[in-house]
């Protein structure tokens, strides 16, 4: 009788044990990497655009020695409490207005913190007194610092009535101490700058974490920390047609905690075939009753706000503006004035993903575009990119059937399919991952991205900023938030 056949014993590795070896928690020596990640934190958040972060950390951080600046700041609710949002930067020239202290090292200038202070008063802005400390992913206040603030912050509060306080950084740590408006005082949970990474500085690293089995396979890119960060976010898609359906499917089985869903519109047959996971039976259901469900189906424990209003309805604007990323693919020059509004006015980044096939008259299909935009706040604008058509937005603006009558009477439906939608909705979702997680490669690349797919090709477009607009700059909104 011949011997049963044995099969080869393997090394043994426990299948639990397999599933912890995941990547290192400490980003520490990857050569691709340079952030560490931090999950959101809960409390009081300061957001900075890149721009001003650049430009604050050659000033901070160019030499080996202390220096300062004031940051005056819009404020907002948060998705996890209340927001300062950089809107200006007052650097602090040394030896003119950061000079040698009477009690600690160094100090701002009697005379700077007055006209800070002024300006923050007739802005209605907070003021935040900021400088750098050495060290890398820690950071806090000395007891110098400390004794600086009683003898000056409940004056500066007085004066300017607003929220002031301090701000203390490392290149990869900061640290805050709030005064606030109602007598209070506050620590500052994070900083946070969204660009092509959307990095969070905070006083210490964020302690470690272990993420739910289903999501094993990713968290061996993004770590258990980039796992979480995806549960802490509050996420709108704006739009639920073929583009933003395919954005829910992608976002909710990444394990995205909280979606906002906006659409007012019910499903039509002709949606059917875009539509993930519909039905026959869903005619005539509302947009954000089907992503609701589908979410549901990716992650049962997922947040969801519905919204069935169009994106200019206040509770959709008040929705958006507490929100950590937006993804725009609703195609009005309403939903894009809106979206690029909050963007700037709010800090918050987003994704334009959308698709176009131009049609002739005599019906030639010209060029096939697929378009990821990334919105950077302060940066990338769609008033400065020519993308938002002001006559269209006029009649976009103009109530219900109105509207409609006015822009659609003569408009022949656009071709639309499934597969040319999932090319940008791949890029949008790829991007935002990539970028909340920090593995870009490259902080400053704010470029969209336009597949080509009769060319088969690929280009990637640099945003044009026109250093006058009302929409993005200092002239607009930019971080005032709700000030
Ligand atoms: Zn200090
Ligand atoms: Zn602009």
Redesign the pocket.
Known sequence: MAEPTRTPTLPSIEPAQRLRQRRPESREGDPMVRHQVNPPADGWSLALPPRMWAELSEHLFLDGDEHGAVILAGIADGPRGPRLLGRELLIATDGVDYVAGTFGYRALSPEFVRDAAVRAADEQLAYLAVHNHFGSTSVGFSPVDFASHERGYPALRQITGQVVGAVVFTPQAAAGDLWLRDGARAELAEVIVPGNNLIRLRPRLAPATVSDLRYDRQARLFGDQGQETFNRLRVAVVGLGGVGSMLVEFLSRLGVGHLVLIDDEKVEETNLSRLIAAEQTDVGKLKTDLASRNALRANPEITLEPIAERVEHPTARQALASCDWIFLAADTDAARHWV?ETV?RYLIPATQAGVKVPVGADGTIGQIHAATRLLVPGKT?????GLINSTNLAIDMHPGEERRLARYLDEVPAPSVIALNSVAVAEAVNHFMLAVTALHEDDTDTASILHRPRSRDRALVVSR??PT?????LN?PLGRGDS
């Open positions: 690029n700037h604008c769609m008033w400065c990119d900023q026109d607009c009302s929409a993005c700059g607009g």
